[in-house]
């Protein structure tokens, strides 16, 4: 299947004449010009807001390394990934064309090698800190590389936290648990975590066959923190640092745990009923969402956490959550039993009635679709969903819904294959995602890690928009159609155009005479896969979008 994208590069007015043979330069770095501006565009008035959401990079690897977590670092600046045998990958964020800035592997002796390679990263909101955790076998070839009879293995057990600065792919300092520490699953987001600083980073795991968080401050590779528990005999599940690192949050089965960090002390245990990944914790920690057949949550009342409320939801399981930070608004996905369909639930944190219910379509076949991971904005007003994907049909795998319009998502992207983990921003202006190249439940490897914006570029009634260029839907299938909306500042020639990289114009979307205002032009791609470029030229105006196409 082929996928169209489009991305908004720069929007320019220019002045009437300008020449259709040389558009766009393409330098080593892909970096694309547009004609100088000559004059400003003309606003148009709107009576509610619109957007201009679009894909800024896709990153594609069709077999290999699998992503799993894809942590918006440092204000947008970069993507810091992991997964599954293919280390930590820094990505630049806003200003990157998705390229791998630089990747971190273990250093290994010579004639030594990795493998079960299992990485975790995680990034600050707000500074260019950055964590990864991993776990790995070390094998030696024996002194006959590319010979592997004759290899055998070093050690099966290791483990690694190292601390990054994101310019850098050396580590400031490497922390070796090794034969000591047994970690989680670290290639899965949700078993480790950092404050919102980047101060604090705290790894679930096992110590001698019990529970076990190893706990750091980035001044240092010894560990500020290790808490043992000998009553359980399970890593954590899902585990959850408050925004300021002070407590860890997590569960172990279908038991909730509270430990403060300064202290080491164990504050409280809830019963959680069920052991499920379906787990969403406030900033400050006094929310937890989560639930199995229901949507619960539970809020610490100084002491000891207690159920606030529960909402059963006949025929679906739970599959992830999230809270905002000022504890007002609560989300959960829910994946129905027959796993072809998906619903998200909007709550009120002080009750137990959803505000708003958004259902994603019914798909088909033998692949399970399922929520896997759920992030909002600091307000609660955006939210970004990942998910498996069915077979055929059920929606995009990647799904972000506004709040206050939660009727239909405003920004999707349409995967090759399964989604495992999806980041906001706190503002809600970017989101990543990373996951596998071929469906979850298909044999196979590969990834697909991307990034996107959501912009809101409409004002209140009466104020002025200079519309960007936008197509819908967004992906859509080339065997379909995308709908352009533009606005034309003044009566006059108006050309749609689709250019290869190269500068050579490849398909002509329309070409004719139009009235000043809002547009729309139907086009039915047929291209093949690749990265485009789409060209509107309007009297006063010149605009870019890239145009993406996948099989």
Not at 19 to 30: H, I, L
Not at 506 to 525: D, F, K, L, N, R
């Amino acid at each position: 299947m082929k996928v169209i994208t489009l991305l908004l590069v720069c929007a320019g007015a220019v002045s009437a004449a300008f020449d259709n043979s040389v558009m766009v330069e393409v330098n080593a770095e892909g970096v694309f010009y547009l004609p100088a501006s000559t004059s400003a565009v003309p606003a148009a008035p709107v009576v509610t807001p619109t957007f201009a959401s679009s894909l800024l990079w896709h990153y594609s690897q069709a077999e290999g390394l699998t992503q799993k977590t894809c942590p918006i670092g440092n204000s947008g600046e970069y993507v810091f990934t992991g997964g599954w045998y293919g280390g930590g990958r820094m990505f630049e964020g806003v200003s990157g064309d998705g390229s791998v800035f630089w990747q971190n592997e273990p250093e290994l002796e010579s004639g030594q090698y990795w493998t079960s390679l299992g990485t975790g990263t995680s990034a600050s909101e707000t500074t260019d800190r950055f964590w990864l955790a991993r776990t790995f076998a070390v094998w030696d070839d024996n002194g006959t590389p590319g010979y592997t009879p004759d290899d055998f293995l070093v050690s099966d057990d290791n483990v690694e936290v190292c601390l990054f600065s994101g310019a850098s792919s050396l580590p400031l300092w490497v922390w070796d648990g090794s034969g000591s520490f047994e970690a989680g699953s670290v290639d899965q987001a949700g078993t480790y975590d950092c404050s919102d600083d980047g101060a604090v980073f705290a790894l679930g795991g096992l110590k001698d066959g019990h529970l076990a968080v190893v706990v750091f401050d980035q001044g240092s590779a010894e560990p500020a923190l290790l808490f043992e528990s000998t009553d359980y005999v399970y890593s954590p599940r899902q585990l959850r640092l408050t925004a300021d690192g002070s407590k860890i949050i997590f569960s172990v089965g279908a038991t909730l745990l509270r430990v403060d960090v300064a202290t080491g002390s164990l504050e409280g245990t809830f019963n959680l009923g069920a052991s499920t990944d379906c787990f969403g914790v406030s900033a400050d920690g006094s929310l937890v969402a989560f639930g199995f057949t229901a949507a619960r949550l539970a809020q610490w009342n100084g002491s000891a956490y207690e159920q606030a409320w529960s909402r059963s939801v006949s025929g679906y399981y739970a599959g992830a959550a999230t809270v905002s930070d000022d504890n007002g608004t609560v989300y959960f996905g829910f994946y129905k039993s027959n796993y072809m369909s998906n619903r998200i639930y909007r709550f009120d944190a002080a009750s137990s009635t959803p505000l708003w219910t958004y259902d994603y379509p019914t798909g088909s076949g033998s692949n399970q679709d399922i929520v896997s991971w759920m992030d909002c904005s600091s307000d609660g007003r955006w939210l970004a969903v990942s998910s498996w994907g069915c077979q055929s049909g059920g929606g995009a795998e990647v799904t972000v819904l506004d709040d206050q319009g939660p009727s239909a998502p405003v920004f999707t992207i349409d995967t090759p294959g399964s989604m495992f983990h999806v980041d906001i921003s706190a503002d809600g202006s970017l989101v990543s995602a990373a996951g596998k190249h071929v469906h979850a439940n298909v044999f196979g490897s590969g990834t697909d890690v991307y990034m996107a914006e959501v912009t809101t570029t409409g004002v209140e009634e009466g104020g002025p928009v200079a519309r960007s260029l936008m197509g819908s839907p967004n992906p859509c299938s080339a065997s379909g159609s995308v709908i352009f909306g533009f606005f034309v500042p003044e009566q006059g020639q108006v050309e749609l155009s689709v250019f290869d990289l190269a500068g050579r114009r490849v398909a002509g979307i329309c070409s004719e005479v139009m009235q000043a205002g809002e547009h729309t032009v139907s086009y039915s791609p047929d291209l093949a896969s690749g990265l485009y470029l789409v060209r509107l030229a309007a009297p006063g105006r010149v605009e870019l979008s890239k145009l993406l196409v996948n099989d």
